[in-house]
């Protein structure tokens, strides 16, 4: 790829996965909806397959992890019960020159990050000034203008986090005067009060207005997973630590909308509870930590990519949380979130349905709350995180340049592309005839259209793993060529032999395997 500013990267990734029909704008026709999105013919390919991905290493592989396909709508009492109608909040803040809306934790959480920053350049200098003998560690804990950096970062963010969590939103807003954040429209520090704003979609129910009774979108899957935990653990006999996986759809009335599929309206969610003993929760939310990193890296965009960050700010029910990030274009941001929940969720659910909500454990003679471990994570950002590092222009030996989308072969929208070098000569015919051998197995395509190199390219773009082309020898000895994206190398086999040999580096097995 040629050396382009995160924003030209991120710009070319989603024109083209617009281009290529991934991804388009929801209700395009008219005029689009902001921050809602469809996915396309080879969108919802590769869709489909990261979540069978998932699917199949957190159920089909897992001894005692089940799944779940609970509803959208909940009863309200739910989101009462999870806290979502109390704090499911964002802070909001106007700037009155721009009128432009922000997140004041974003606001201030980017100011951080900016003196964080200058800290960091700090330490750069120093490392090339000092060279070999560097000691970095000394250097961040004496250097006082790095020292001071570092503590007006911290300071600046927990006396923010702090008047947040007291709810004193007139001291949030203090923070954000004191230290001069200006709006990035604007550039000015003319901002409104500041206020809490509930994330919720909701909706009546009923066909009379009297008796319709409001109804929320979820915000999450995981509600579903709770109320349905006795359901389970009864009828499937369940014994601790067991899960319960689901993916589906989830809602948010997000402000600050941006970055693409990064952060939607309405987005997909992969969960997963893991119901434990109290006092082994941290043995299984390190399990779970390694065990969610290992599958993410056996996608294979790099481990350098990743990384975890531990909250040190816990949620109230949660007593140690930490999100998976990813280098996204426009930076490390959280994909995935890995949370020890204790027994908040459950307690709550037996507190405001008045049913015992508890495990009967055989081992120990006694009922309990059981402790929840979950992992969290959504698509569409798993989507772009695969997409986004994919997509590669190389500069071939001939000086032209072709456009590939690197995706882990397990996963692209089409495996095969059954391709006849011309369109005449009975090379179509015999074309069918593969196509529709490999079409039970695979996710194949044929394509006559266009001279053999424009289609190579075609295929290349959408990131199909192989091309499969018919020549006039194959009419001879039903022998074909087999194109491999990444290489462009070309090795010749026979018909019979094709299915085994896509099979062996297409296979989800094959992921899964390296994934677990
Ligand atoms: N049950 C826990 C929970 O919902 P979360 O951190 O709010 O935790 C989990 O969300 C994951 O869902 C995030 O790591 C992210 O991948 C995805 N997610 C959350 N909000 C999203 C949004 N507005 N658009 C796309 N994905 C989102």
Redesign the pocket.
């Known amino acids: 790829m040629p050396i382009l500013s995160p924003e030209e990267a991120f710009k070319r990734v989603i024109a083209h996965a617009k281009e290529y029909g991934f991804i388009f704008q929801s209700s395009e026709l008219y005029g689009g909806l902001s921050a809602v999105y469809d996915y396309g013919q080879n969108g919802v390919l590769l869709k489909n397959n990261l979540r069978t991905y998932w699917w199949k290493s957190m159920v089909q592989v897992q001894d005692n992890v089940v799944g779940l396909d609970s509803a959208i709508f909940m009863h309200p009492t739910v989101w009462r019960a999870s806290g979502h109608i109390d704090a499911f909040n964002d802070p909001l803040i106007d700037n009155k020159d721009s009128k432009k809306r922000y997140r004041a934790d974003v606001l201030v959480e980017e100011y951080s990050e900016k003196i964080r920053q200058k800290a960091e350049k700090e330490v750069v200098k120093a490392r090339e000034r000092f060279g070999a003998s560097f000691d970095e560690a000394l250097y961040r804990s004496t250097n006082p203008r790095v020292v001071e950096y570092l503590a007006k970062a911290d300071e600046t963010l927990s006396r923010f986090n702090r008047a947040l969590e007291a709810g004193d939103l007139a001291e949030a807003r203090q923070v954000i005067v004191d230290e001069k954040i200006t709006c990035p429209v604007s550039g000015s520090a003319n901002w409104t009060e500041l206020r809490q704003f509930n994330l919720m979609f909701s909706t009546k129910v009923g066909s009379v207005a009297e008796d319709a009774s409001e109804l929320y979108l979820r ?4 509600q579903g997973i709770f109320v349905n935990f006795l359901n389970i653990q009864k009828t499937g006999r369940m014994k601790l630590p067991f899960g319960i996986a689901q993916t589906g759809k ?1 809602f ?1 009335n ?1 402000i600050v ?1 941006r970055q693409f ?5 309405e ?1 997909e ?1 992969m ?1 997963m509870q893991y119901f434990v003993r109290p006092g082994s929760e941290m043995q299984w939310y390190e399990h779970w930590k390694s065990a969610r990193m290992r599958w993410h890296l056996a996608l294979g965009l790099g481990a350098e990519r990743y990384r975890f960050h531990d909250h040190d700010k816990l949620a109230h029910y949660a007593n140690a949380a930490t ?1 998976v990030e990813f280098d996204f274009p426009f930076g490390f941001k ?4 890995i ?1 020890s929940r204790t027994d908040f969720d459950l307690s709550r659910h037996e507190e405001f349905s008045g049913r015992k909500v508890q495990y009967f454990d055989p081992e120990t003679n006694e009922s309990y709350t059981p402790y929840v471990v ?1 992992t ?3 698509l ?2 798993l989507f772009l995180a695969v997409l986004a590092t994919s997509l590669d222009e190389e500069t071939l030996e001939d000086g032209t340049v072709r456009t590939v989308l690197r995706l882990p072969y397990e996963v692209a929208p089409t495996q095969v592309a059954i391709l006849p070098l011309i369109k005449k000569d009975g090379l179509p015919e015999c074309a069918q005839q593969v196509y529709q051998e490999l079409r039970w197995d695979f996710q194949a395509t044929l394509d006559e259209k266009d001279a053999i190199g424009k289609r190579y390219r075609r295929q290349d773009a959408v990131g199909t793993p192989y091309c499969v082309t018919i020549d006039h020898q194959t009419l001879v000895d039903k022998t074909v060529t087999l194109r491999d994206r990444d290489s462009m190398k070309q090795v010749r086999c026979t018909i019979s032999e094709l299915a085994n040999r896509l099979h062996a580096s297409v296979s989800m097995t094959t992921l899964l395997k390296k994934s677990i």
């Open positions: 915000p999450e899957t995981a989830a948010r997000e909308a599929i990064f952060r939607m309206r987005f969610q969960e999100d959280e994909l995935e979130g949370h979950e969290s994570l959504g569409d950002r």
